[in-house]
């Protein structure tokens, strides 16, 4: 058995000797089949979905991926792993077909990590980079509030979760005039270079408000407060705008009545018209243009 072996070494040796160009060629060609089928295996587990099929029964989430926002992102883009993991779980499933063998996480973890690698330009409400955008200006860079914190996933879709709002904003709640159901992005442009509601969002509902005469530019957020008390009082006229205005005209004879008995929202003048019906309920009618004398 010895002089057999012997006999194979020296073969081999003789041959390598004599024969070192085809050694070589041999040598190249094994490399070069080695790096192709390697490139191969790589570009399969990062880019193919086939390779999740290995694993996965995919035909629910493959519809669903495909009608969703992500339909161009490939499988590996947001279930990311690492070469290294993905052969463990490879070679876990073939040799044991037990794939919950390994530690997993570009299920429900990676994706949410893979979000800023295409969303950190792009992501909008509207047509407002990330960047640009109040919201995630506010949440994501300012506050580092992580993606999920506030969005939820639903089959490849991940609407943001407008019940999370509060978990941060425990006083933000809207209170009354039939508001108290309004969803946050009801009236907050996360979008927009400001959160806070424009004037023109709340007369997309309010149609009804007239946009001339007195007041009419300012904001509507000045006199009504959604998150404590929507409907303002006289007091805050007073107090927050109209601080003299018991030393104008006859308005001091007037201190008992409050300014919204005779100043209708959103209307305000007292015309002709209006003190027929108004100033006669206390006294005799007088022209209005006399009040402020």
């Known amino acids: 058995m010895e002089k057999k072996f012997k006999s194979l070494i ?9 024969d070192r160009p085809l050694i070589i060629v041999l040598i190249l060609a094994a490399v070069t089949l080695a790096i192709f089928t390697g490139s191969r295996y790589y570009s399969f587990t990062k880019n193919d979905p086939q390779f999740c099929e290995l694993c996965h029964l995919m035909k629910e989430s493959y519809k669903s991926w495909e009608n969703s926002s992500h339909r161009n992102a490939k499988c590996q883009t947001c279930h990311s792993m690492s070469l290294l993991g993905q052969n463990r779980l490879l070679f876990s499933y073939i040799f044991s077909g037990n794939k919950s063998a390994v530690a997993q996480e570009h299920g429900r973890v990676t994706p949410w990590e893979s979000c800023k690698t295409c969303h950190m ?33 639903e089959m490849h879709n991940f609407p943001p979760d407008e019940r999370n709002c509060l978990t941060c904003h425990e006083d933000k709640g809207v209170h009354g005039m039939g508001m108290e ?52 009082q006289a007091n ?56 402020i004398f």
């Open 10 to 18: 020296e073969f081999i040796v003789r041959h390598l000797a004599t």
């Open 236 to 291: 805050d006229c007073m107090i927050n705008c109209h601080t003299n205005q018991h030393s104008i005209g006859r308005h001091d004879r007037h201190r008992d009545i409050s300014c919204l008995d005779c100043h209708k929202a959103h209307s305000w003048k007292v015309g002709r018209e209006q003190a027929k019906t108004l100033c006669v309920k206390c006294h005799d009618y007088k022209d209005p243009v006399s009040f």
């Open 181 to 232: 159901s309004f969803a946050c992005l009801s009236c907050h442009a996360y979008g927009e270079v400001t959160a806070m509601p424009t004037k023109q969002k709340c007369l997309n509902c309010h149609k009804e408000i007239p946009q001339k005469g007195p007041m009419s530019g300012l904001d509507c957020r000045k006199c009504h407060k959604p998150h404590s008390r929507i409907k303002p």
């Open 121 to 153: 330009e792009s992501v909008r409400q509207g047509g407002v980079t990330m960047r640009k955008s109040y919201g995630h200006a506010r949440h994501v860079f300012m506050e580092k509030i992580e993606c999920n914190k506030c969005h939820e996933a």
